[in-house]
C-alpha cells in the first residue's frame, strides 16, 4: 500500500527529508518547487514505512488504501505526476544548512510577524544554534493569515500552527503581542536590542480594480471579507449586504474559491467550523443563492490550483457551472498534449467534467467565468450592477494576454468582491518598493532600492517575494533568509546590540501595558477552545481586543 499526498497539502516538505527512498516530488531545490500546487509520491517506489505522514503538520498524507470517499481521486493525481516527471532517485543528502559558530556568542533577532512566514523564519533560527528570538505582532494573537487568512472549513490547513507552537515552548523565544512596531517601537530602537530584524508582515492590502463606482458601497476586497468571518478585530464590525440573491467575485484564484465557498455553504456545515459569530449568523439569513466568478483571460490561465478546483465540486447541493464555449480547440490542444503539465491537465479535465455535468436544478450554484473584465460598478446608494467587456486571448511572447472586444453585458448584484491580489504595505522607517508592493531586498537582505545593503535588515515572505505561494513555499523562503543572517553574524558584520532582552521588556512593558506575552497568548488560545467546546466548535474566536487583553490578565 503506498502513501497519497491529498488536497491540504502545505507544501512544506518535512515530509521530503523524512522519506527513506527520496520518492515524494518535487523537493525543495527542484525546478518547480517554488510554484508547485502541491507536492506528490511516487506509488511505485513508496515501501510503505509511514514517516511522511509522521511528519506532515496538517494531516494532508493517507494510506491509498484509507483514502476517504471525497480523496479517492488523488491516487490517480500523485500517479499522474510521475508520469509526465519520472522519478529519478537521489538518497544523497544535501549540505546541512550552516550553523552558527559557538565562538561567535549568542545571536538575538527581532522577528516582525507571527504569521506562517514569521514561524518558518523562527524554527530555522532555533536549528542553527544559540539564538534568542523576539516576536512581535500588532494583535493580541499569533498566528497571522493562517489564523485570519485560512477558510474556516479548511480546518487541517491551520495546524501547522501546533507544530509552531510545540517548537516555540522554549525560552529562547519570547512573544510580544499587542506590540505594533513603528507605533510602539522603532526600527531603530530594535536594531539597538537585537543583531538583525526580520520583517515577516506580509501584504495585507488588496489589489485595486481602478474602475468608475468600485468605491460605492457594496464593493468591497475580498480581504475583508475573509478577515470579517475570520473574526479578524479589524474588521468585526463590517458589514456586507446579502440580500441579495447574487454575489459577484472579481479574480478566479484560491481566495475567490475560498469566499465562495463560504458564500454557498450550507449553513449548518460552517456552523461546526470555528467561523466568527456574527459571520454565522449573517450567512444564516443570506439570500445569496449564485456566486460568479469573473477571469480576465482563458480557462488554462486560471489562477485556482486543482486541489481546491476539485473541492469545490463537493459542494452538496451546489452546481458548478462552467460554458461549453470555454472548452474550446485550446483546451483540446492542451489535453492531447503529452507535454502538458499534471497540474494543468487536471484543472482542465475538471473543468471539463463541471460542464458536461451542467445544471442540476440544486439550490446554489458557482458560476465561472472566462476572458471577462469588469469596467464599471453602477448604482445610486450602492452597487446595482456591474458592466463588463468580452476579451479575446491573444499570444505574445510574453504570454497569453487578455484584448478588449466590443462586446460588454451587465451583471445585476448587489455585493462585488475583488480578489486580485495582495500587496505589502510599508513599515516605517524601512525602504519600500511601491511598485511591486514588497519591501526591495536580495536573497532576504534588505537594501535601499539601489543595491545598498542595510546591515541586520532582512525580510521573509510575501513582504520579501510578492503574494504567491501556499502556507509552506515559506519555509524555504525562510531558510534562505536565514542562511544570510547566519552568514551575515558568523562574518562579523552584524553590529552588536547595546541592550540584552531584559533591557527590551522593561521598554515593552513600560510602553505597552496591554502587552501580551506567550503565557497571556496561552489563556487566549485555552478560553477560545473552553467556548468552542461547549458550542462543539474546534473554537469560539474572541473579535474584540479588549476581550482578548481582560482573557491574557486572567492569571
Same mark, same amino acid.
Given at each position: 500500500m503506498a502513501f497519497v499526498i491529498t488536497q491540504r497539502c502545505c507544501n512544506d516538505a518535512s515530509c521530503v527529508a523524512e522519506c527513506p527512498v527520496d520518492c515524494i516530488r518535487p523537493r525543495p531545490g527542484d525546478p518547480g518547487f517554488a510554484n508547485a500546487e502541491m507536492?506528490?509520491?511516487?506509488?511505485?517506489?513508496?515501501?510503505?514505512?509511514?514517516?511522511?505522514?509522521?511528519?506532515?503538520? !496538517?494531516?494532508?498524507?493517507?494510506?491509498?488504501? =484509507?483514502?476517504?470517499?471525497?480523496?479517492?481521486?488523488?491516487?490517480?493525481?500523485?500517479?499522474?505526476?510521475?508520469e509526465?516527471?519520472?522519478?529519478?532517485?537521489?538518497?544523497?543528502?544535501?549540505?546541512?544548512?550552516? #550553523?552558527?559558530?559557538?565562538?561567535?556568542?549568542? $545571536?538575538?533577532?527581532?522577528?516582525?510577524?507571527?504569521?506562517p512566514a514569521a514561524c518558518y523564519a523562527a524554527e530555522q533560527l532555533l536549528g542553527r544554534g544559540d539564538v534568542e528570538i523576539e516576536m512581535f505582532d500588532r494583535l493580541p494573537t499569533p498566528w497571522g493569515l493562517a489564523r485570519y487568512g485560512v477558510a474556516p472549513d479548511h480546518p487541517e490547513t491551520r495546524g501547522v500552527t501546533a507544530m509552531f507552537a510545540a517548537a516555540f515552548k522554549r525560552d529562547a523565544i519570547r512573544f510580544h503581542l499587542n506590540v505594533e512596531v513603528g507605533r510602539d517601537i522603532?526600527?531603530? =530602537?530594535?536594531?539597538?536590542?537585537?543583531?538583525? *530584524?526580520?520583517?515577516?508582515?506580509?501584504?495585507?492590502?488588496? +489589489?485595486?480594480?481602478h474602475i468608475p463606482g468600485e468605491d460605492l458601497p457594496g464593493s468591497h476586497s475580498a480581504t475583508e471579507f475573509?478577515?470579517?468571518?475570520?473574526?479578524?478585530?479589524?474588521?468585526?464590525?463590517?458589514?456586507?449586504?446579502?440580500?441579495? =440573491? @447574487?454575489?459577484?467575485? !472579481?479574480?478566479?484564484g484560491n481566495v475567490a474559491l475560498d469566499v465562495a465557498r463560504v458564500l454557498t455553504a450550507d449553513p449548518q456545515r460552517l456552523a461546526r467550523t470555528d467561523i466568527?459569530?456574527?459571520?454565522? =449568523?449573517?450567512?444564516?439569513?443570506?439570500?445569496?443563492?449564485? %456566486?460568479?466568478?469573473?477571469? #480576465?483571460?482563458?480557462?488554462? &490561465?486560471?489562477?485556482?490550483?486543482?486541489?481546491?478546483?476539485?473541492?469545490?465540486?463537493?459542494?452538496?447541493?451546489?452546481?458548478?457551472?462552467?460554458?461549453?464555449?470555454?472548452?474550446?480547440?485550446?483546451?483540446?490542444?492542451?489535453?492531447?498534449?503529452?507535454?502538458?503539465?499534471?497540474?494543468?491537465?487536471?484543472?482542465?479535465? $475538471?473543468?471539463?467534467?463541471?460542464?458536461?455535468?451542467?445544471?442540476t436544478g440544486a439550490p446554489r450554484r458557482v458560476d465561472f467565468r472566462f476572458r471577462v473584465t469588469p469596467v464599471a460598478l453602477d448604482g445610486g446608494r450602492a452597487v446595482?450592477?456591474?458592466?463588463?467587456?468580452?476579451?479575446?486571448? &491573444?499570444?505574445?511572447? &510574453?504570454?497569453?494576454?487578455? *484584448?478588449?472586444?466590443?462586446?460588454?453585458?451587465?451583471?445585476?448584484?448587489?455585493?462585488?468582491?475583488?480578489? %486580485?491580489?495582495? #500587496?505589502? %504595505?510599508?513599515?516605517?522607517?524601512?525602504?519600500?518598493?511601491? +511598485?511591486?508592493?514588497v519591501i526591495p531586498n536580495a536573497g532576504g537582505r534588505v537594501h535601499d532600492g539601489v543595491g545598498t545593503a542595510l546591515p541586520g535588515v532582512y525580510v521573509a515572505g510575501w513582504i520579501k517575494r510578492g503574494a504567491r505561494g501556499v502556507i509552506g513555499t515559506n519555509r524555504g523562503d525562510a531558510e534562505e533568509t536565514v542562511g544570510a543572517i547566519v552568514e551575515d553574524f558568523s562574518g562579523g558584520r552584524l553590529a552588536t546590540?547595546?541592550?540584552?532582552?531584559?533591557?527590551?521588556?522593561?521598554? $515593552?512593558? @513600560? /510602553?505597552?501595558?496591554?502587552? %501580551?506575552?506567550?503565557?497571556?497568548?496561552?489563556?487566549?488560545?485555552?478560553?477560545? /477552545?473552553?467556548?468552542?467546546?461547549?458550542?462543539?466548535?474546534?473554537?469560539?474566536?474572541?473579535?474584540?481586543? &479588549?476581550?482578548m487583553v481582560d482573557t491574557a490578565r486572567a492569571r
Open positions: 507536492l506528490h509520491i511516487d506509488p511505485d517506489t513508496c515501501i510503505d514505512c509511514g514517516a511522511c505522514m509522521d511528519a506532515c503538520p !496538517v494531516d494532508a498524507i493517507y494510506g491509498a488504501d =484509507e483514502l476517504p470517499p471525497n480523496l479517492l481521486r488523488y491516487a490517480q493525481i500523485n500517479a499522474a505526476y510521475f509526465h516527471h519520472p522519478l529519478e532517485t537521489d538518497i544523497a543528502a544535501g549540505a546541512a544548512p550552516a #550553523r552558527l559558530p559557538r565562538t561567535a556568542g549568542r $545571536l538575538r533577532v527581532a522577528i516582525v510577524g507571527t504569521g522603532s526600527h531603530a =530602537e530594535l536594531l539597538e536590542y537585537c543583531h538583525a *530584524v526580520i520583517y515577516a508582515v506580509g501584504a495585507s492590502a488588496d +489589489g485595486r480594480l475573509v478577515a470579517w468571518y475570520n473574526g479578524h478585530p479589524d474588521y468585526a464590525d463590517h458589514s456586507f449586504d446579502l440580500s441579495g =440573491e @447574487r454575489a459577484v467575485i !472579481v479574480g478566479n466568527a459569530d456574527h459571520a454565522m =449568523e449573517a450567512l444564516r439569513n443570506s439570500n445569496i443563492r449564485e %456566486v460568479l466568478l469573473l477571469g #480576465r483571460r482563458g480557462l488554462r &490561465q486560471a489562477a485556482y490550483t486543482g486541489p481546491e478546483f476539485l473541492a469545490l465540486g463537493q459542494l452538496p447541493q451546489t452546481d458548478i457551472v462552467i460554458d461549453p464555449v470555454d472548452i474550446d480547440d485550446d483546451v483540446a490542444a492542451a489535453l492531447s498534449d503529452p507535454a502538458t503539465d499534471p497540474a494543468t491537465r487536471l484543472k482542465l479535465i $475538471l473543468a471539463q467534467e463541471y460542464s458536461a455535468r451542467g445544471v446595482e450592477s456591474l458592466r463588463l467587456v468580452h476579451n479575446e486571448i &491573444q499570444q505574445t511572447p &510574453q504570454g497569453p494576454v487578455a *484584448v478588449a472586444t466590443e462586446r460588454t453585458d451587465t451583471v445585476e448584484t448587489s455585493l462585488v468582491l475583488r480578489a %486580485v491580489g495582495y #500587496r505589502g %504595505v510599508q513599515v516605517p522607517d524601512v525602504p519600500f518598493d511601491p +511598485g511591486a508592493g546590540p547595546g541592550g540584552d532582552r531584559e533591557d527590551l521588556l522593561a521598554l $515593552l512593558s @513600560r /510602553r505597552c501595558p496591554n502587552l %501580551v506575552d506567550r503565557s497571556g497568548w496561552t489563556l487566549i488560545d485555552a478560553a477560545e /477552545r473552553a467556548n468552542g467546546a461547549a458550542a462543539g466548535r474546534p473554537r469560539v474566536k474572541f473579535t474584540r481586543i &479588549q476581550d
